[in-house]
């Protein structure tokens, strides 16, 4: 297991001892299952701009990527016609 340092400020740290103390476990563990949790409540969240309409530049570069994949697509095609996307 790596080991790391982390400047925790006093009152935290006060804080982090009481909840150990509390639970009977070592501020190791608080810490852990803090930086646990955490870890598990951001998993599988898309960025604020993720959905947003893109910009005209974005679009326009959006639109040159398809059409740049759409003429691979159906330059490569060997056993079918041109398909019309």
């Keep these: ?5 982390v400047h925790i400020p006093d009152e935290i740290l006060q804080r982090v001892d009481a909840i150990a103390r509390r639970r009977g476990v070592s501020r190791n563990r608080v810490v852990l299952a803090s930086l646990e949790a955490e870890i598990e409540r951001d998993s599988g969240e898309w960025p604020d701009a993720f959905f947003a309409a893109p910009s005209a530049e974005e679009r326009e570069i959006l ?3 398809a059409e740049e994949l759409e003429a691979s697509t159906v330059s490569r095609r ?6 019309v996307l």
């Design 63 to 65: 639109t040159e990527a």
């Design 1 to 5: 297991m790596s080991s790391t340092t």
């Design 78 to 83: 060997r056993n079918r016609g041109a398909v």
